[in-house]
């Protein structure tokens, strides 16, 4: 079975940090490409950032620059760090294993930008 267990989300406030967290089994990190989508309400889900089956990192525009996704291999853990947040920003925030026509998903966690 796998499993995709985000953690990290919250309420924070503009220009504040949160730092998402998707542990994954060993075989599912080891073998798949690990990113971060999310969806805010209304708004089909796109992707926020990923890492591609060669290792290479790809952002979505609209986050280079604020947000770096980061591994831990020995934790078999993705990271999603995300600095100067807007309100834009809020969502729900998933984490995803890509392997081919295969795609997994966390259960979702909620990033809520406000003051």
């Known amino acids: 079975q796998v499993q995709l267990v985000e953690s990290g989300g919250g309420l924070v406030q503009p220009g504040g940090s949160l730092r998402l967290s998707c542990a994954a089994s060993?075989?599912?990190?080891?073998?798949?490409?690990m990113g971060w989508y999310r969806q805010a309400p209304g708004k089909h889900r796109e992707l926020v950032a990923g890492?591609?089956?060669?290792?290479?990192?790809n952002y979505a525009d609209s986050v280079k620059g604020r947000f770096t996704i980061s591994r831990d291999n020995a934790k078999n853990t993705v990271y999603l760090q995300m600095n100067t947040l807007k309100p834009e920003h809020t969502a729900v925030y998933y984490c995803?294993?890509?392997?081919?026509?295969?795609?997994?998903w966390g259960q979702g966690t909620q990033v809520t930008v406000s003051s």
């Open positions: 995803n294993a890509h392997k081919t026509i295969f795609d997994y």
């Open positions: 890492f591609t089956s060669g290792g290479s990192t």
């Open positions: 060993r075989s599912i990190f080891s073998m798949f490409a």
